[in-house]
């Protein structure tokens, strides 16, 4: 673990905490002044728990023996002096593995038998059974009995031809990437589906989670991963063997699962390419200065043929870097390239989810921002009018002070007759929201039943093309349709608004509308992500139905995932735009009680007049002090990310009055 690699991750995790728990404070500091209205504590506890628990996927995909185990036992576990994860010749990881931690949780090796493929769960349903997996412990203390235990991520069976093609190692159309048939008849498939590793580690300590992955063929297999894991992960190193140079397969798996598509956005750009092995260069016979020459060579081809510069080509030597390390070696571990890859690797994992975690905390800090100015608005303009009343009444004799407590009364009785018009308001907006959701939810799986039905049979599939396309085109367009929905409710809540503002002297404001389009590009993009999967490429794999099916459910559960989360994007942002309207709706209310009060108090003599605006003038001087610390805090927001030295965010938020 270089410091480099492990200091990124530690500043990483410094501001997340830091950040949390300025939102901490600065939720406490809301509460105590009486300013959280709904949902925003709900909103802030939401992002800091985001900030909190964050994870940082970085997966290793390549064909089998490229060195992806290797490496990942050079960056992560040279510190126990050996390897850990299983690396040797030949197909060693059988199964798609996870790293992490996660606190709490024993250390163990979770293992899910490959039998579960039959099933048509798809891997993430798998996950919340734990019973499926078969459970090894792990001592962090025992770096020996890890590695043995580890060793089960390469165990294979011996099953029937049969077998293998129920569960979809075996095609006949297909033959050349089919098991070697022994002489018993039987052939080999890995044990295991899906290998989930707990261990106590700096790095998975601050939500680094490693996916080392099988070659091309068990990735193709494994709709779950490409679709869902790969997908997800914050970076991908994909890794080319020195030895072997890019191979067809290297290629094909390149183009189908990681090359960048059309429309990807530059930000997406978070795949390194290493070229592994360099040390077979190294031949004791060509000079420092022929090595260099003959790698940067290969860097360059290799970078041509991928398609990607050549500085995105990271020339190392995982094994060396390993044995470097084990024997303290630093010239060899400068030469074995690992320290450039490491801090290449921490930088894109780090400074590419800071991004989007700062624009998340910015976005929530600027609506509370908002809302509490309004409401601090509000409180303002009341404590004027009282201090007006309450002026008109020096001098005044007993039936003046009177008519005025009528008259506040009167406007009371005003105001509470018009709250049937903000019930009308919600009821509406409540109809409209239920029907922005349905658009995106009602009848969302029958969206992907031509397709499933297609993938799942088994021969050839006519029309594939289309019926994908199609599946994919409905999605968007509900998407479409929800936003339309969503610019009515906005039109709706702005007349409504605006009426109450005239009527009652409001400050309400309907939030910008949330950016509900952005959903059907990501569905878009996955459609694109995906359709290799599709084409010509795979059309013979999809002969097999199982992984068709497969292929077909993840699909759907990933475009469900996303209109799940338009659908919950709506929801919030309905109730951030009502929210002010019942916390306007009870400060009016509580000033009417308050004006009543002091008339009386006047009358009654139990306080003086002068007492009483002496009261007002203090409430005046805390709402100042309230104001101008929301002032302070709205012109220092979050600290910028990636800096050296990092002001703690609390320091820019109110502190506690
Ligand atoms: N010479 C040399 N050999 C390496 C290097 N990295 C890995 N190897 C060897 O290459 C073989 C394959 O390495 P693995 O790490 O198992 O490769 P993998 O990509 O994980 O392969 P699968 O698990 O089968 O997908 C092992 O024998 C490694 O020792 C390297 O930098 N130089
Ligand atoms: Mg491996």
């Given at each position: 673990?270089?410091?480099?690699?492990?200091?990124?991750?530690?500043?990483?995790?410094?501001?997340?905490?830091?950040?949390a728990?300025?939102?901490?404070?600065?939720?406490?500091?809301?509460v105590?002044?009486?300013?959280?209205?709904?949902?925003?504590?709900?909103?802030?506890?939401?992002?800091?728990?985001?900030?909190?628990?964050?994870?940082?996927?970085?997966?290793?995909?390549?064909?089998?023996?490229?060195?992806?185990?290797?490496?990942?036992?050079?960056?992560?576990?040279?510190?126990?002096?050996r390897?850990?994860?299983?690396?040797s010749?030949g197909?060693?990881?059988?199964?798609?593995?996870?790293?992490?931690?996660?606190?709490?949780?024993?250390?163990?090796l979770?293992?899910?038998p490959?039998?579960?493929?039959?099933?048509?769960?798809?891997?993430?349903?798998?996950?919340?059974?734990?019973?499926?997996?078969?459970?090894?412990?792990?001592?962090?203390?025992?770096?020996?009995?890890?590695?043995?235990?580890?060793?089960?991520?390469a165990?294979?069976?011996?099953?029937?031809?049969?077998?293998?093609?129920?569960?979809d190692?075996?095609?006949d159309?297909?033959?050349?990437?089919?098991?070697?048939?022994?002489?018993d008849?039987?052939?080999?498939?890995?044990?295991?589906?899906?290998?989930?590793?707990?261990?106590?580690?700096?790095?998975?300590?601050?939500?680094?989670?490693?996916?080392?992955?099988?070659?091309?063929?068990?990735?193709?297999?494994?709709p779950?991963?490409?679709?869902?894991?790969?997908?997800?992960a914050?970076?991908?190193?994909?890794?080319?063997a020195?030895?072997?140079?890019?191979?067809?397969?290297?290629?094909?798996?390149w183009?189908?699962?990681?090359?960048?598509?059309?429309?990807?956005?530059?930000?997406?750009?978070?795949?390194?390419?290493?070229l592994?092995?360099?040390?077979?260069?190294?031949?004791?016979?060509?000079?420092?200065?022929?090595?260099?020459?003959q790698?940067?060579?290969?860097?360059?081809?290799?970078?041509?043929?991928?398609?990607?510069?050549?500085?995105?080509?990271?020339?190392?030597?995982?094994?060396?870097?390993l044995?470097?390390?084990?024997?303290?070696?630093?010239?060899?571990?400068?030469?074995?390239?690992?320290?450039?890859?490491?801090?290449?690797?921490?930088?894109?994992?780090?400074?590419?989810?800071?991004?989007?975690l700062?624009?998340?905390?910015?976005?929530?800090?600027?609506?509370?921002?908002?809302?509490?100015?309004r409401?601090l608005?509000?409180?303002?303009?009341?404590?004027?009018?009282?201090?007006?009343?309450?002026?008109g009444?020096?001098?005044?004799?007993?039936?003046?002070?009177?008519g005025?407590?009528?008259?506040?009364?009167?406007?009371?009785?005003?105001?509470?007759?018009?709250?049937?018009?903000?019930?009308?308001?919600?009821?509406?907006?409540?109809?409209?929201q239920?029907e922005?959701?349905?658009?995106?939810?009602?009848?969302?799986?029958?969206?992907?039943?031509?397709?499933?039905?297609?993938?799942?049979?088994?021969?050839?599939?006519?029309?594939?093309?289309?019926v994908?396309?199609?599946?994919?085109?409905?999605?968007m367009?509900r998407?479409?349709?929800?936003?339309?929905?969503?610019?009515?409710?906005?039109?709706?809540?702005?007349?409504?608004?605006?009426?109450?503002?005239a009527?009652f002297?409001?400050?309400?404001?309907?939030?910008?509308?949330?950016?509900?389009?952005?959903?059907?590009?990501?569905?878009?993009?996955?459609?694109?992500?995906?359709?290799?999967?599709?084409?010509?490429?795979?059309?013979?794999?999809?002969?097999?139905?199982?992984?068709?099916?497969?292929?077909?459910?993840?699909?759907?559960?990933?475009?469900?995932?996303?209109?799940?989360?338009?659908?919950?994007?709506?929801?919030?942002?309905?109730?951030?735009?009502?929210?002010?309207?019942?916390?306007?709706?009870r400060?009016?209310?509580?000033?009417?009680?308050?004006r009543i009060e002091?008339?009386?108090?006047?009358?009654?003599?139990?306080s003086?007049?002068?007492?009483?605006?002496?009261?007002?003038?203090?409430?005046?001087?805390?709402?100042a002090?309230?104001?101008?610390?929301?002032?302070?805090?709205?012109?220092?927001?979050?600290?910028?990310?990636?800096?050296?030295?990092?002001?703690?965010?609390?320091a820019a938020?109110?502190?506690?009055a």
């Open positions: 673990m270089t410091t480099s690699f492990s200091d990124q991750l530690d500043r990483h995790g410094a501001w997340r905490s830091s950040t728990q300025g939102i901490a404070q600065l939720s406490a500091w809301l105590e002044q009486q300013l959280a209205e709904g949902g925003m504590l709900g909103r802030l506890a939401q992002i800091g728990d985001t900030l909190q628990r964050d994870k940082l996927m970085v997966a290793f995909v390549a064909e089998f023996s490229r060195g992806k185990s290797e490496l990942i036992n050079a960056i992560f576990f040279a510190h126990h002096g390897r850990i994860v299983p690396a010749a197909r060693t990881t059988m199964c798609p593995t996870e790293l992490g931690y996660e606190n709490g949780q024993p250390s163990q979770r293992l899910l490959i039998e579960t493929r039959t099933d048509p769960r798809p891997l993430s349903a798998w996950r919340q059974q734990p019973e499926a997996w078969t459970a090894l412990p792990l001592d962090a203390g025992q770096p020996a009995q890890m590695a043995t235990t580890l060793d089960s991520v165990q294979v069976l011996r099953v029937s031809v049969a077998r293998a093609r129920e569960l190692f075996w095609s159309e297909q033959p050349e990437n089919n098991p070697v048939r022994g002489s008849g039987l052939v080999e498939i890995p044990m295991w589906r899906h290998a989930l590793v707990n261990i106590d580690h700096p790095l998975l300590r601050q939500g680094l989670v490693i996916l080392d992955t099988p070659g091309l063929n068990a990735v193709g297999a494994e779950d991963l490409t679709v869902q894991l790969l997908a997800d914050h970076a991908s190193v994909f890794v080319l020195a030895d072997t140079g890019v191979t067809r397969s290297d290629l094909q798996l183009q189908q699962y990681l090359a960048p598509r059309q429309g990807d956005g530059q930000h997406t750009d978070n795949r390194i390419v290493v592994n092995k360099i040390d077979v260069l190294w031949d004791g016979i060509s000079s420092v200065a022929q090595i260099h020459a790698t940067d060579r290969q860097r360059a081809s290799s970078a041509a043929l991928l398609g990607v510069p050549t500085a995105r080509v990271i020339p190392v030597s995982a094994q060396r870097g044995v470097a390390r084990i024997q303290n070696d630093a010239p060899l571990l400068q030469a074995s390239g690992l320290p450039l890859l490491e801090a290449v690797l921490a930088q894109g994992l780090v400074a590419s989810r800071r991004e989007v700062r624009d998340a905390v910015e976005l929530a800090l600027a609506r509370v921002r908002s809302d509490t100015a409401l608005a509000v409180r303002r303009r009341e404590l004027e009018e009282q201090v007006q009343e309450l002026r009444l020096r001098g005044k004799n007993d039936s003046v002070i009177a005025m407590r009528y008259r506040v009364e009167q406007e009371q009785g005003e105001f509470d007759a018009s709250e049937k018009r903000v019930l009308a308001l919600h009821a509406v907006h409540g109809r409209l239920k922005a959701r349905a658009l995106l939810e009602d009848g969302m799986a029958a969206d992907f039943t031509e397709l499933q039905r297609l993938l799942g049979q088994s021969g050839l599939k006519l029309g594939l093309r289309k994908y396309q199609d599946a994919f085109a409905r999605a367009q998407v479409r349709k929800a936003e339309k929905a969503v610019g009515e409710i906005h039109a709706m809540m702005s007349a409504g608004f605006r009426q109450l503002n009527d002297g409001f400050a309400l404001q309907v939030p910008p509308q949330p950016a509900i389009g952005m959903w059907a590009h990501e569905i878009e993009r996955i459609a694109r992500a995906h359709a290799t999967q599709v084409g010509l490429g795979q059309a013979l794999r999809l002969t097999q139905p199982a992984a068709g099916g497969r292929l077909a459910r993840a699909l759907e559960s990933r475009v469900r995932a996303v209109l799940v989360e338009a659908a919950e994007e709506i929801t919030s942002w309905c109730r951030a735009a009502m929210a002010p309207v019942d916390s306007q709706l400060e009016r209310r509580g000033g009417f009680v308050r002091a008339i009386d108090r006047i009358r009654g003599a139990a003086s007049l002068g007492e009483r605006m002496g009261e007002l003038e203090a409430q005046s001087a805390l709402l002090a309230q104001e101008q610390q929301l002032r302070r805090w709205s012109d220092d927001p979050v600290a910028e990310g990636g800096a050296t030295s990092e002001p703690s965010p609390a938020l109110p502190a506690a």
